[in-house]
């Protein structure tokens, strides 16, 4: 049904110098089990864009990059095809402004390092999506979870959203399970806390529903 769909998964990787970096704490399973559960469905060919992770799922093109400029810029190539995009990758908001070709050595006892800001990669996919493309993005939010995940619904072009709520009772990151809230156009939906391979199950089906709407809308 679908001719092409884009994976993009784990975490960002931003360098600092040639031994340091910063990222962030995504595992990538979302993402593997998004890429396997899309194994199962009608989809001629699977994009799975990955940042450094162990969790690389077989029998899908995988395209393995580090900084969200390259991540952006293999989405880029691979974007006019593509029927479904879902960003479920952990992007560095920031990166160190400078690369330093040498290690930083020790020194004063505090110091500064100065970040620019990372590309939007989801923001700007939505800004060139056309309407029969659709764009899958998370959230991860601590507070005032619903509001902030409407905006980020709207003000991103989106779709779908999957939001989760970060907090002690649901931790996210590295766990086998997860309880997340789909954001729609008409709807919030809460799921029940469940394995990330059956919330990445629901997700496609949440797909292929929208999917079905706008067949319906274009004809
Ligand atoms: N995302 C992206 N490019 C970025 C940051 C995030 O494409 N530079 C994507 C993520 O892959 C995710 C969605 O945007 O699908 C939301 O990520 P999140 O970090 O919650 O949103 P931000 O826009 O970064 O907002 P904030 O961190 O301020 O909550």
Known sequence: MF??????SGPTVEPIDPVRFISNRSSGKTGFHLANEAKKREIQEIIFI??????IPSDVKVIQV???QSMR?????????????VMAAAVSDYRSAEYFSEKIKKGDDRIYLEFVKNPDIIKEIGEK????????GF??????????AREKFERKNLDLLVLNEISKENPVFNE????????????????????????????????????????????
């Open 3 to 8: 001719e092409r769909v884009i994976i993009v």
């Open 50 to 55: 990955t940042g450094p992770t162990n969790y």
């Open 66 to 68: 580090e900084t969200a």
């Open 176 to 219: 086998d399970s997860n309880q997340v809230f789909f954001i729609t156009k008409n709807e919030t939906i809460k799921l029940d806390k469940m394995k990330k391979s059956a919330i990445a199950a629901l997700i496609w089906d949440e797909i292929f529903k929208i999917y079905n709407q706008m067949k319906v809308k274009f004809k």
């Open 129 to 136: 999506k056309s309407d029969d493309q659709i764009l899958v």
């Open 73 to 85: 810029d293999r989405i880029l190539n691979y974007f006019d095809k593509a029927k479904v995009i």
């Open 139 to 148: 959230a991860a939010e601590t507070s005032n979870i619903f509001e902030n």
